[in-house]
């Protein structure tokens, strides 16, 4: 800042910038006429200014420009993701909801069903049995021992050899 | 987030939204082809599967512990039971023989084989290595077929048990011939 003059600095950069009204560029025109600071300070900001304006510009990627304002651009982008996802939602429950009435749950059998069950059980171990026993007559014995039942559980593969002399 | 939200939204589908698939079961056998094979009905036909066959187990708690034991660990038991015709006999034997193969080829154990002249009997257990997980029963006579697959957790002592309850002969010996 020029200490003798009146002139403010911020008043020479503007005037250096251009930016003054023309009765105030006037007045600094003189002024810098016959104060050699005051032009020197003039000269340094017009060349700064010239300098600027060399300044190549390049175009930033969109990305860059996103990152710097995420807020505008990816507005848009928003609106359609939201409809999106809504979307989606709604598919996703009408295809569980068609699911869920496929399955069958404890809720969907009456006291009737659950009887029936019951009986049907009954029935289908007396089949079993009857063949079973059947079968057992013709093996001329019994056919699930107790003492073949419990090591079954752990290794059919090693009662092969006594059921069937070695052959499986 | 939003990626944590969609998978969210797939938790409701995976809990409430599967069938249960029997079919993939260990001790599954598929015996859709029954009816093809026979013209006539099934004399018998069971067919029940969880979670009917639990709430079954539940009903019977009191009145025959050992059933509703034995039942609530079953997936699902089916039974067929035909009435034979002297020109069917031919084609079910067949039947059961291709079975056979294709149980013992998906390594089923079978533990009985009766084969004689007036009758078929084969009885397999499948076994996943701790538990046995299926009872199959193929089985054909002069007068009748009968096919019974039971898919679940089972005990084999329990049906030993059941005895006289459903006329199993006693089981504390074996004799094979």
């Known amino acids: 800042m020029n200490t003798s003059c009146k002139i403010e600095e911020d008043v020479l ?127 001329g014995g019994d056919v699930l021992p107790q003492q073949v039942a419990e090591p079954l559980e752990k290794s059919i593969s090693t009662l092969k050899p006594l059921l069937y002399g070695g052959s499986s | 987030m939003k990626r944590i939200i969609i998978l969210l ?61 034995m039942l609530k660990t079953l997936q699902l038991i089916k039974v067929y039971t035909f009435e034979n015709t002297v020109d069917q006999i031919k084609d079910i034997k067949a039947y059961i023989e291709e079975l056979d193969g294709k149980l013992s080829s998906r390594k089923w154990n079978r533990f009985v084989k009766v084969r004689d002249e007036n009758e078929t009997t084969y009885v397999y257990l499948k076994n996943d290595g701790k538990k046995v997980k299926g009872l199959t029963v193929l089985s054909v006579d002069n007068d009748e077929s009968t096919f019974v697959n039971i898919v679940g957790d089972i005990d084999l002592k329990n049906i030993s048990s059941l005895g006289g309850q459903f006329n199993i002969p006693k089981m504390d010996s074996i004799q094979t011939r």
């Open chain 1, 13 to 139: 950069i503007q005037y250096a910038f251009g930016e003054l009204n023309w009765l105030q560029n006037l007045h600094v025109a003189r002024h810098t006429k016959t104060c050699s600071t005051c032009w020197q300070i003039v000269e340094e900001y017009k060349l700064l200014q010239r300098s600027f304006k060399v300044t190549e510009t390049f175009s930033c990627p969109d990305l860059a420009v996103e990152s710097i304002r995420p807020n505008q651009p990816s507005r848009r982008k928003t609106y359609y993701w939201r409809f999106a996802f809504a979307a989606a939602v709604i598919a996703l429950f009408a295809i569980g909801l068609s699911k869920i009435d496929r399955t069958s749950t404890s809720a969907d059998y009456s006291q009737a069903d659950v009887r029936q069950a019951q009986n049907d059980a009954r029935t289908a171990f007396n089949v079993l049995s009857r063949v079973m026993g059947k079968t057992g007559k013709e093996l």
């Open chain 2, 9 to 69: 939204c797939f938790v409701p589908l995976l809990v409430f939204g599967q069938e249960t698939d029997f079919s993939k079961m260990a001790g599954y056998i598929d015996l859709d082809e029954l009816t093809k094979l026979f013209n006539s009905e099934a004399v018998t036909e069971v067919e029940i599967q969880n979670p009917l066959l639990s709430m079954a187990a539940d009903m019977m708690e009191e009145e025959d512990p050992k059933v509703s034991s």
